[in-house]
T-cell receptor, first 112, second 115 residues
């Protein structure tokens, strides 16, 4: 079945550092890809998404490119802030946003 | 944006008892709700999908008699873990969407510990 693999955390960075959180997927079709973020005490929020190969999703300085050839959707940000500390989930779905298949989540800790 | 509230955020219960988790959409009519769970160091896994007024559709391997889902109104769905056992200890999270919606909105999640 479909699956998502993302790097284990926690990822610990200093403020203004460059962030990469790796995500690779296995799917039989051509799924949509998502990154969700969960801030402490809150629900998961959609951060960005891409629906087809070579699409780049971007939001709040984060971006990820749908790479079909490497089955990857790595999350990047050029300069992280303390407020970016959260858990990040990579996910896919071949039915829009329904029946999402998630990775394990990666905790990001950003220190001043 | 659309808000989904899940309650309780944490619950500890004794083995053999039942626990009810509520998922409410605060500012929209949730025609479809989804329930997920996450075991330690594992992925969030979809347990079931429920449409308002209909029986839930459970994913393979999820016991429908153990995890009772009720979606009787457009703003509330409940998940009841019946006769809970320590192996049911997990993180449960709901999400909801409205008719024609292009995104699912998530609750904060519930950490269930069965002792």
């Amino acid at each position: 079945g479909d699956s998502v693999t993302q790097m284990e955390g926690p990822v610990t960075l200093s403020e203004e550092a460059f962030l990469t959180i790796n995500c690779t997927y296995t799917a039989t079709g051509y799924p949509s890809l998502f990154w969700y973020v969960q801030y402490p005490g809150e629900g998961l929020q959609l951060l960005l998404k891409a629906t087809k190969a070579d699409d780049k999703g971007s939001n709040k300085g984060f971006e990820a490119t749908y790479r079909k050839e490497t089955t990857s959707f790595h999350l990047e940000k050029g300069s992280v802030q303390v407020s970016d500390s959260a858990v990040y989930f990579c996910a896919l779905s071949d039915k829009g946003f329904q029946k999402l298949v998630f990775g394990t989540g990666t905790r990001l800790l950003v220190s001043p | 944006g659309a808000v989904v509230s899940q309650h309780p955020s944490r619950v500890i219960c004794k083995s053999g008892t039942s626990v009810k988790i509520e998922c409410r959409s605060l500012d929209f009519q949730a025609t479809t709700m989804f329930w997920y769970r996450q075991f330690p160091k594992q992925s969030l896994m979809l347990m079931a999908t429920s449409n308002e007024g209909s029986k839930a559709t459970y994913e393979q391997g999820v016991e429908k008699d153990k995890f009772l889902i009720n979606h009787a109104s457009l703003t509330l769905s409940t998940l009841t873990v019946t006769s809970a056992h320590p192996e049911d200890s997990s993180f449960y999270i709901c999400s909801a969407t409205y008719l024609g919606g292009t995104e699912a909105f998530f609750g904060q999640g519930t950490r269930l510990t069965v002792v």
